[in-house]
């Protein structure tokens, strides 16, 4: 599962035919699904349609590294000369950096804004300082 699916799966939401309906499992059980940390009932429509637009952004970033990736194994198979096998190997690189920055914007302006209006400041900044530790190593 996707970064992008799990985060609608923990904020309630069925993909069903990836049409992201809510999910009334809950209901029927009659046992309610928690907001997601830093996120108020009031903000929740909001950023859930912010959510579906970067989603569908990050899909075709995704699609279009996998169409190059597959381009590069047919290189590889071909035996391609290698330099412009690396080059490639270079494009993919720069489309997966770009991918995560986009995926970082929309959680920075979204989900981390949303933790530090609802006071999750220590959260918010903790999380924030592990993911940058991660992205250095």
């Known amino acids: 599962m996707g970064i992008l699916a799990a985060r609608f799966y923990a904020m309630g939401f069925a993909a069903e035919?990836?049409?992201?309906?809510?999910?009334?499992?809950?209901?029927?059980?009659?046992?309610?699904?928690?907001?997601?940390?830093?996120?108020?009932?009031?903000?929740?429509?909001?950023?859930?349609?912010?959510?579906?637009?970067?989603?569908?952004?990050?899909?075709?970033?995704l699609a279009t590294i996998e169409g190059h990736l597959k381009g590069i194994r047919k290189m590889v198979e071909e035996d391609q000369y290698c330099v412009d096998i690396v080059k490639q190997s270079y494009a993919v690189e720069r489309a997966l950096k770009a991918f995560e920055a986009a995926l970082l914007e929309s959680h920075l302006d979204g989900c981390v804004r949303e933790g530090f209006k609802s006071g999750k400041d220590d959260e918010m900044i903790r999380e924030l300082g592990d993911l940058f530790q991660l992205s250095r190593k």
């Open 17 to 61: 035919s990836q049409g992201w309906v809510p999910d009334r499992t809950a209901e029927r059980l009659a046992v309610p699904l928690p907001l997601p940390r830093g996120l108020t009932s009031a903000n929740f429509s909001a950023i859930v349609l912010v959510m579906q637009a970067n989603k569908k952004d990050a899909l075709n970033r």
